[in-house]
């Protein structure tokens, strides 16, 4: 199985500032016949399911505001928030569907400063 | 508007069934594949199973293999999980997924609001 892992477990950034999150998977989820990497990011907020924000590690979601965004290839990842508003309060999960069983990150807490 | 529904959760006894269904609106449901996802209170999210927008396709978390069925009834657009001998770590909020094609290997689109499983003597 794909092991993923996420840094920080949390993180608290002031309004306006930058929230950065690591992911990092076990082995690579880059698929060489199409070159995309089968990594997703979802935001999810208290009493809420879960969201999705960016696909194949780095295509923004339609909807999703672009202070979000996606990078990385094979198995290290990182998604970045800009300029962090309070609306963004919520944990960050990545997730691999490159392999069966699909696994998920461990979930980044991102709070207000 | 796009929408997926889940019902049939509840309290259930250790060994005990449920089945859970996912009711889905507002898109051509057979065109996408779906999956199921579990969270256990105060937990993260673990992936449980997924199904091809035809049904020919299924595959399992280990942790359910042999134990749930992922099952989908394109003529009333629906998701269902049966599942059978439950344990104490099943108990979660089960969601239900809509994958952003009609591939197994897709990113999960969008989610249900969820249906609250429940397993104890």
């Known amino acids: 199985d794909i092991v993923m892992t996420q840094s920080p477990d949390s993180l608290a950034v002031s309004l306006g500032e930058r929230a950065t999150i690591n992911c990092k998977s076990s082995q690579s989820v880059l698929y060489s016949s199409n070159n995309k990497n089968y990594l997703t990011w979802y935001q999810q907020k208290p009493g809420q399911p879960p969201k999705l924000l960016i696909y194949?590690?780095?295509t923004r979601e339609s909807g999703v505001p672009d202070r979000f965004s996606g990078s990385g290839s094979g198995t290290d990842f990182t998604l970045n928030i800009s300029s962090l508003q309070a609306e963004d309060v919520a944990v960050y999960y990545c997730?691999?569907?490159?392999?069966?069983?699909?696994?998920f990150g461990p979930g980044t807490k991102v709070d207000i400063k | 508007e796009v929408q997926l529904l889940e019902s049939g959760g509840g309290s259930v006894q250790p060994g005990g069934s449920l089945r859970l269904s996912c009711a889905a609106s507002g898109f051509t449901f057979s065109t996408y594949a779906m999956s199921w996802v579990r969270q256990a209170p105060g937990k993260g999210l673990e992936w449980v199973s997924v199904?091809?927008?035809?049904?020919?396709?299924?595959y399992y978390a280990d942790s359910v293999k042999g134990r749930f069925t992922i099952s989908r009834d394109n003529a009333k657009n629906t998701l269902y999980l049966q599942m059978n001998s439950l344990r104490a770590d099943d108990a979660a909020v089960y969601y239900c997924a809509k994958l952003s094609g009609g591939s197994c290997y897709s990113a999960l689109m969008l989610w249900g609001q969820g249906t609250l499983v429940t397993v104890s003597s």
């Open positions: 997730q691999q569907h490159y392999s069966i069983p699909f696994t």
């Open positions: 199904i091809s927008g035809s049904g020919d396709s299924t």
């Open positions: 194949w590690a780095s």
